[in-house]
Protein backbone atom coordinates (compact mmCIF):
# COMPACT_ATOMS: atom_id res chain seq x y z
CA UNK A 1 0.00 0.00 0.00
CA UNK A 2 1.00 3.52 -0.79
CA UNK A 3 1.36 6.09 2.24
CA UNK A 4 0.20 9.59 1.45
CA UNK A 5 0.15 12.26 4.21
CA UNK A 6 -0.19 15.50 3.61
CA UNK A 7 1.00 18.90 5.06
CA UNK A 8 -1.48 21.67 3.63
CA UNK A 9 0.15 25.43 3.08
CA UNK A 10 -2.60 27.26 1.61
CA UNK A 11 -1.54 30.06 -0.75
CA UNK A 12 2.31 29.96 -0.29
CA UNK A 13 2.95 33.59 -1.02
CA UNK A 14 0.25 36.04 -0.22
CA UNK A 15 1.21 38.32 2.05
CA UNK A 16 4.57 39.87 3.22
CA UNK A 17 6.30 36.92 3.74
CA UNK A 18 6.93 36.08 0.15
CA UNK A 19 10.72 35.52 -0.15
CA UNK A 20 10.96 34.13 3.32
CA UNK A 21 8.07 31.06 2.68
CA UNK A 22 9.78 31.14 -1.07
CA UNK A 23 12.89 29.70 0.99
CA UNK A 24 11.28 27.87 3.15
CA UNK A 25 9.04 25.80 0.41
CA UNK A 26 11.62 25.77 -2.01
CA UNK A 27 15.26 25.30 -0.91
CA UNK A 28 15.54 24.22 2.54
CA UNK A 29 13.32 21.50 4.49
CA UNK A 30 11.70 19.85 1.27
CA UNK A 31 15.23 19.48 -0.30
CA UNK A 32 16.42 18.19 2.83
CA UNK A 33 14.50 15.16 2.63
CA UNK A 34 16.24 14.31 -0.76
CA UNK A 35 18.99 12.13 -0.18
CA UNK A 36 20.67 8.67 -0.44
CA UNK A 37 17.30 6.90 0.29
CA UNK A 38 14.72 9.67 -1.15
CA UNK A 39 13.91 11.28 -4.16
CA UNK A 40 11.85 14.52 -4.64
CA UNK A 41 9.67 16.31 -7.20
CA UNK A 42 7.93 19.40 -7.61
CA UNK A 43 5.05 19.75 -9.65
CA UNK A 44 4.28 22.69 -10.88
CA UNK A 45 0.78 23.45 -12.72
CA UNK A 46 -1.66 25.78 -14.53
CA UNK A 47 -5.34 25.93 -15.86
CA UNK A 48 -7.31 27.91 -18.06
CA UNK A 49 -4.96 30.54 -18.63
CA UNK A 50 -6.93 31.83 -21.51
CA UNK A 51 -4.25 34.44 -23.22
CA UNK A 52 -3.82 36.31 -20.44
CA UNK A 53 -0.01 37.17 -21.07
CA UNK A 54 -0.36 40.44 -19.19
CA UNK A 55 -1.30 41.13 -15.47
CA UNK A 56 -5.11 42.42 -15.07
CA UNK A 57 -5.43 45.96 -15.50
CA UNK A 58 -5.01 48.35 -12.22
CA UNK A 59 -8.75 48.99 -12.85
CA UNK A 60 -10.60 48.73 -9.23
CA UNK A 61 -11.44 44.78 -10.69
CA UNK A 62 -11.13 42.24 -8.31
CA UNK A 63 -8.23 40.74 -9.79
CA UNK A 64 -5.97 43.88 -10.68
CA UNK A 65 -2.63 43.41 -10.84
CA UNK A 66 -2.57 39.84 -10.68
CA UNK A 67 -1.14 37.39 -13.22
CA UNK A 68 1.08 37.85 -15.82
CA UNK A 69 3.89 35.48 -18.22
CA UNK A 70 6.56 37.59 -16.81
CA UNK A 71 6.43 37.15 -13.17
CA UNK A 72 4.86 33.19 -13.64
CA UNK A 73 8.48 32.84 -15.12
CA UNK A 74 10.79 34.36 -12.93
CA UNK A 75 8.91 32.25 -10.22
CA UNK A 76 9.18 28.91 -12.06
CA UNK A 77 12.74 29.88 -12.94
CA UNK A 78 13.74 30.62 -8.71
CA UNK A 79 11.28 27.07 -8.12
CA UNK A 80 13.27 25.17 -10.94
CA UNK A 81 17.00 26.49 -9.35
CA UNK A 82 15.89 25.04 -5.79
CA UNK A 83 14.92 21.87 -6.70
CA UNK A 84 16.43 19.19 -8.58
CA UNK A 85 13.10 17.38 -10.18
CA UNK A 86 10.35 19.93 -11.36
CA UNK A 87 7.26 19.36 -13.71
CA UNK A 88 5.48 22.15 -15.17
CA UNK A 89 2.19 21.22 -16.64
CA UNK A 90 -1.32 22.95 -17.60
CA UNK A 91 -4.54 21.73 -18.05
CA UNK A 92 -6.07 23.17 -21.24
CA UNK A 93 -7.70 26.36 -22.00
CA UNK A 94 -4.70 27.84 -22.90
CA UNK A 95 -5.61 30.64 -25.26
CA UNK A 96 -9.01 32.65 -25.91
CA UNK A 97 -9.62 35.57 -23.69
CA UNK A 98 -7.59 38.49 -24.57
CA UNK A 99 -6.67 40.16 -27.98
CA UNK A 100 -3.21 38.37 -28.58
CA UNK A 101 -5.55 35.14 -29.15
CA UNK A 102 -7.59 37.42 -31.96
CA UNK A 103 -4.30 38.55 -33.90
CA UNK A 104 -1.78 35.61 -33.44
CA UNK A 105 -4.17 32.49 -33.12
CA UNK A 106 -2.09 30.91 -30.58
CA UNK A 107 1.16 31.71 -31.50
CA UNK A 108 2.42 33.97 -28.28
CA UNK A 109 0.63 31.97 -26.09
CA UNK A 110 2.38 28.45 -27.14
CA UNK A 111 5.55 30.35 -27.72
CA UNK A 112 5.55 32.06 -24.64
CA UNK A 113 4.30 28.09 -23.07
CA UNK A 114 7.85 26.64 -24.69
CA UNK A 115 10.13 29.56 -23.12
CA UNK A 116 8.81 28.73 -19.69
CA UNK A 117 9.65 25.17 -20.57
CA UNK A 118 6.61 23.57 -19.82
CA UNK A 119 6.93 20.05 -19.77
CA UNK A 120 2.91 19.23 -21.53
CA UNK A 121 -0.25 19.99 -21.69
CA UNK A 122 -4.41 19.08 -22.83
CA UNK A 123 -6.51 20.76 -24.79
CA UNK A 124 -9.49 22.59 -23.33
CA UNK A 125 -12.37 23.46 -25.63
CA UNK A 126 -11.10 26.92 -26.06
CA UNK A 127 -8.32 24.96 -28.09
CA UNK A 128 -11.06 24.79 -30.93
CA UNK A 129 -12.30 27.97 -31.45
CA UNK A 130 -10.22 28.76 -34.96
CA UNK A 131 -11.36 25.20 -35.74
CA UNK A 132 -9.44 22.23 -36.47
CA UNK A 133 -7.31 23.89 -39.07
CA UNK A 134 -6.42 26.93 -36.98
CA UNK A 135 -5.76 24.67 -33.79
CA UNK A 136 -3.27 22.34 -36.27
CA UNK A 137 -1.59 25.66 -37.37
CA UNK A 138 -0.83 26.78 -33.90
CA UNK A 139 0.60 23.44 -32.55
CA UNK A 140 4.09 23.86 -34.27
CA UNK A 141 4.58 26.43 -31.78
CA UNK A 142 4.51 24.35 -28.60
CA UNK A 143 8.06 22.93 -28.14
CA UNK A 144 5.75 20.09 -25.58
CA UNK A 145 3.41 17.55 -26.35
CA UNK A 146 -0.61 18.22 -25.59
CA UNK A 147 -2.00 14.84 -24.67
CA UNK A 148 -5.22 13.97 -25.42
CA UNK A 149 -6.09 10.46 -25.13
CA UNK A 150 -9.99 10.53 -25.41
CA UNK A 151 -10.09 12.49 -28.85
CA UNK A 152 -10.24 10.38 -31.80
CA UNK A 153 -8.69 12.89 -34.06
CA UNK A 154 -8.16 9.97 -36.92
CA UNK A 155 -10.13 11.67 -40.00
CA UNK A 156 -8.81 15.30 -39.07
CA UNK A 157 -6.24 17.37 -39.58
CA UNK A 158 -4.75 16.70 -36.32
CA UNK A 159 -4.00 12.94 -36.95
CA UNK A 160 -1.21 12.28 -35.55
CA UNK A 161 -0.19 15.74 -34.12
CA UNK A 162 -1.08 14.89 -30.02
CA UNK A 163 -0.24 12.25 -28.03
CA UNK A 164 -2.39 9.82 -25.44
CA UNK A 165 0.62 9.57 -22.89
CA UNK A 166 4.22 10.20 -22.17
CA UNK A 167 6.56 9.66 -19.30
CA UNK A 168 8.89 11.18 -17.83
CA UNK A 169 12.24 9.83 -16.27
CA UNK A 170 13.39 12.30 -12.94
CA UNK A 171 16.74 10.62 -11.52
CA UNK A 172 15.31 6.85 -10.38
CA UNK A 173 11.58 7.78 -11.13
CA UNK A 174 9.15 7.75 -13.98
CA UNK A 175 6.14 9.82 -14.21
CA UNK A 176 3.65 8.98 -16.31
CA UNK A 177 0.99 11.73 -17.71
CA UNK A 178 -2.07 11.56 -19.78
CA UNK A 179 -4.74 13.93 -20.94
CA UNK A 180 -8.22 14.52 -20.94
CA UNK A 181 -10.71 16.26 -22.85
CA UNK A 182 -14.26 17.50 -22.00
CA UNK A 183 -17.49 16.83 -24.64
CA UNK A 184 -17.31 19.09 -27.13
CA UNK A 185 -20.77 19.13 -28.14
CA UNK A 186 -22.18 21.70 -26.65
CA UNK A 187 -19.29 24.09 -26.02
CA UNK A 188 -18.00 24.35 -29.78
CA UNK A 189 -19.27 24.65 -32.97
CA UNK A 190 -19.74 21.42 -34.26
CA UNK A 191 -17.83 23.11 -37.51
CA UNK A 192 -14.94 23.78 -35.56
CA UNK A 193 -14.76 20.39 -34.08
CA UNK A 194 -16.17 17.87 -36.82
CA UNK A 195 -15.07 14.90 -37.27
CA UNK A 196 -13.58 14.25 -33.84
CA UNK A 197 -14.68 11.91 -31.73
CA UNK A 198 -15.19 12.38 -27.87
CA UNK A 199 -14.23 9.12 -26.19
CA UNK A 200 -15.67 8.25 -22.68
CA UNK A 201 -12.80 9.52 -20.44
CA UNK A 202 -13.30 6.82 -17.39
CA UNK A 203 -12.52 3.46 -19.37
CA UNK A 204 -9.66 5.53 -21.24
CA UNK A 205 -8.33 6.69 -18.37
CA UNK A 206 -8.67 3.36 -16.44
CA UNK A 207 -6.56 1.74 -18.93
CA UNK A 208 -3.92 4.05 -19.42
CA UNK A 209 -3.21 4.74 -16.18
CA UNK A 210 -3.16 0.67 -15.51
CA UNK A 211 -0.35 0.65 -18.22
CA UNK A 212 1.88 3.57 -16.87
CA UNK A 213 1.62 1.85 -13.05
CA UNK A 214 1.67 -1.99 -13.91
CA UNK A 215 3.35 -1.99 -17.34
CA UNK A 216 5.85 0.96 -17.25
CA UNK A 217 6.47 0.94 -13.92
CA UNK A 218 5.61 4.70 -13.06
CA UNK A 219 6.10 5.91 -9.59
CA UNK A 220 3.45 8.47 -10.20
CA UNK A 221 0.68 8.94 -12.65
CA UNK A 222 -0.99 12.22 -13.42
CA UNK A 223 -4.16 12.97 -15.09
CA UNK A 224 -4.41 16.65 -16.90
CA UNK A 225 -8.34 16.80 -17.02
CA UNK A 226 -10.44 19.53 -18.74
CA UNK A 227 -13.03 17.74 -17.68
CA UNK A 228 -13.97 20.38 -14.64
CA UNK A 229 -13.95 20.30 -10.89
CA UNK A 230 -17.45 19.16 -10.10
CA UNK A 231 -21.42 19.40 -11.50
CA UNK A 232 -24.41 19.29 -9.68
CA UNK A 233 -26.07 16.31 -12.49
CA UNK A 234 -23.89 12.99 -13.47
CA UNK A 235 -21.40 14.46 -16.19
CA UNK A 236 -18.23 13.47 -15.84
CA UNK A 237 -15.72 15.30 -13.70
CA UNK A 238 -12.69 14.86 -11.68
CA UNK A 239 -14.40 13.83 -8.90
CA UNK A 240 -16.66 11.55 -10.65
CA UNK A 241 -12.95 10.30 -12.30
CA UNK A 242 -10.79 10.08 -9.00
CA UNK A 243 -13.83 7.54 -7.39
CA UNK A 244 -14.33 5.60 -10.96
CA UNK A 245 -10.74 4.56 -11.73
CA UNK A 246 -7.83 3.16 -10.92
CA UNK A 247 -4.36 3.94 -10.37
CA UNK A 248 -4.36 7.57 -11.24
CA UNK A 249 -2.31 9.47 -8.19
CA UNK A 250 -2.76 13.34 -9.34
CA UNK A 251 -5.85 14.49 -11.12
CA UNK A 252 -4.03 18.51 -12.34
CA UNK A 253 -8.21 19.71 -13.38
CA UNK A 254 -9.09 22.60 -15.62
CA UNK A 255 -12.48 23.93 -17.34
CA UNK A 256 -14.68 25.15 -14.04
CA UNK A 257 -12.05 27.76 -13.30
CA UNK A 258 -12.18 25.99 -9.46
CA UNK A 259 -9.96 27.99 -6.62
CA UNK A 260 -9.29 25.17 -4.91
CA UNK A 261 -7.84 26.53 -1.27
CA UNK A 262 -6.47 22.94 -1.31
CA UNK A 263 -6.19 19.63 -2.73
CA UNK A 264 -9.02 17.18 -2.86
CA UNK A 265 -7.95 13.59 -2.09
CA UNK A 266 -10.83 11.18 -3.08
CA UNK A 267 -10.39 7.36 -3.08
CA UNK A 268 -10.52 5.43 -5.93
CA UNK A 269 -11.93 2.02 -6.70
CA UNK A 270 -9.08 0.17 -4.93
CA UNK A 271 -9.44 2.35 -2.32
CA UNK A 272 -6.01 4.34 -2.35
CA UNK A 273 -5.77 8.25 -2.59
CA UNK A 274 -6.48 10.39 -5.87
CA UNK A 275 -5.78 13.70 -5.21
CA UNK A 276 -7.30 16.77 -7.13
CA UNK A 277 -5.79 19.77 -7.55
CA UNK A 278 -7.53 23.31 -9.84
CA UNK A 279 -6.10 26.59 -9.61
CA UNK A 280 -8.50 29.45 -10.88
CA UNK A 281 -7.84 30.97 -14.34
CA UNK A 282 -5.69 33.28 -16.09
CA UNK A 283 -2.49 32.72 -14.63
CA UNK A 284 -3.33 34.54 -11.16
CA UNK A 285 -2.29 31.17 -9.15
CA UNK A 286 0.80 28.99 -10.12
CA UNK A 287 -0.07 25.28 -8.60
CA UNK A 288 2.60 23.38 -6.80
CA UNK A 289 2.46 20.07 -5.17
CA UNK A 290 5.97 18.33 -3.87
CA UNK A 291 5.95 14.69 -3.07
CA UNK A 292 9.11 13.00 -1.93
CA UNK A 293 9.69 8.65 -3.21
CA UNK A 294 11.58 6.56 -0.92
CA UNK A 295 13.89 4.30 -3.04
CA UNK A 296 13.61 0.98 -1.74
CA UNK A 297 10.02 1.02 -1.28
CA UNK A 298 8.46 2.83 -3.95
CA UNK A 299 6.20 4.72 -1.36
CA UNK A 300 5.49 8.23 -1.93
CA UNK A 301 4.61 11.08 0.24
CA UNK A 302 2.68 14.42 -0.67
CA UNK A 303 4.66 16.46 1.36
CA UNK A 304 3.05 20.08 0.34
CA UNK A 305 0.35 21.27 -1.71
CA UNK A 306 -1.03 24.49 -2.40
CA UNK A 307 -0.66 27.43 -4.78
CA UNK A 308 1.08 30.71 -5.40
CA UNK A 309 -0.93 34.20 -6.42
CA UNK A 310 1.07 35.90 -8.59
CA UNK A 311 1.72 39.23 -7.87
CA UNK A 312 3.46 42.62 -7.75
CA UNK A 313 4.79 41.33 -4.61
CA UNK A 314 5.98 37.82 -5.63
CA UNK A 315 7.80 39.20 -8.43
CA UNK A 316 9.24 41.97 -6.28
CA UNK A 317 10.28 39.63 -3.52
CA UNK A 318 12.11 37.66 -5.41
CA UNK A 319 13.70 40.23 -8.26
CA UNK A 320 14.68 42.25 -5.20
CA UNK A 321 16.02 38.79 -3.27
Avoid at 89 to 98: I, K, M, S
Avoid at 116 to 143: I, V
Avoid at 166 to 179: H, S
Wanted: with cysteine.
Amino acid sequence: MEELSTINRRLFLKQAGTLAMLSTLGGVPFAALANEDHVSLTILHTNDVHSRIDPFPMDGSRNQGLGGVARRATLVERIRSEQRNVLLLDAGDTVQGTPYFNLFGGKVELELMSKLHYDASTFGNHEFDNGLEGLAKMLPYAKFPFLTANYDFSNTPLKGKTRDYIIFRKQDLRIGVFGLGIQLAGLVDPTNCRDVKYVDPVPIANTLASRLKHDYKCSLVICLSHLGYRYADNQVSDRVLAADTRCIDLIIGGHTHTFMPEPEHIRNLDGQVTTINQVGFAGINLGRLDYVFERTTGKKRLVTAGRYEISEQVYSSIEHG
